[in-house]
T-cell receptor, first 114, second 112 residues
Framework: DTGVSQDPRHKITKRGQNVTFRCDPISEHNRLYWYRQTLGQGPEFLTYFQNEAQLEKSRLLSDRFSAERPKGSFSTLEIQRTEQGDSAMYLC????????????FGPGTRLTVL | KQEVTQIPAALSVPEGENLVLNCSFTDSAIYNLQWFRQDPGKGLTSLLLIQSSQREQTSGRLNASLDKSSGRSTLYIAASQPGDSATYLCAVPSGGSYIPTFGRGTSLIVHP
């Protein structure tokens, strides 16, 4: 399978706990994006990387959120001290160097904070 | 800031009907517009990407048009099937960015 993969697919946690999600982009795609989607809404941009550099962060990305892409391949998104409002689908997408226009999405990680 | 509106929010039709889904956006300085499909609880599948220099794109029973000057795109689905049931999302970047703003989507149900 050469698509974008995300792990885990589902995560249930208690308020106040830390969680970490992983995204593996399509091989050789140098841009990687994180989005958050709540019920009935379209995805909202959180942040993106070009190779290992984090180039843009949305104001939605509070200081409890941190994202990394240390080797320019996979990426992790960590949420510290989770709140019930963090419950959402977290989507990862990647795009190739020669066509930033088009993004390819992974299946998402569904987070439920109790 | 780009704002994207999709109409209708929901649509329920019998199998075989031809459908038109609408997307409007406020900032016409765009590189492209992309239509996605999302099944319940799943990620997004790209359907069609229209570059700013293009007026339409076709893939099978799907046809998407783009009118930058009026800030509109339509997704036309011919001869709808139950398997087309999903949410259809329109995504439009702005301000010289490749980062898209998404609409809330049109939830489509095609019943046999």
């Amino acid at each position: 399978d050469t698509g974008v993969s995300q792990d885990p697919r589902h995560k249930i946690t208690k308020r106040g706990q830390n969680v970490t999600f992983r995204c593996d982009p399509i091989s050789e795609h140098n841009r990687l994006y994180w989005y958050r989607q709540t019920l009935g809404q379209g995805p909202e941009f959180l942040t993106y990387f070009q190779n290992e550099a984090q180039l843009e962060k949305s104001r939605l990305l509070s200081d409890r959120f941190s994202a990394e892409r240390p080797k320019g391949s996979f990426s992790t998104l960590e949420i510290q001290r989770t709140e019930q409002g963090d419950s959402a689908m977290y989507l990862c997408a990647s795009s190739p160097l020669l066509n930033y226009n088009e993004q390819f999405f992974g299946p998402g990680t569904r987070l439920t904070v109790l | 800031k780009q704002e994207v509106t999709q109409i209708p929010a929901a649509l329920s039709v019998p199998e075989g009907e031809n459908l038109v889904l609408n997307c409007s956006f406020t900032d016409s300085a765009i590189y492209n517009l992309q239509w996605f499909r999302q099944d319940p609880g799943k990620g997004l599948t790209s359907l069609l990407l229209i570059q700013s220099s293009q007026r339409e794109q076709t893939s099978g029973r799907l046809n998407a048009s783009l009118d930058k000057s009026s800030g509109r795109s339509t997704l036309y689905i011919a001869a709808s099937q139950p398997g087309d049931s999903a949410t259809y999302l329109c995504a439009v970047p702005s301000g010289g960015s490749y980062i898209p703003t998404f609409g809330r989507g049109t939830s489509l149900i095609v019943h046999p």
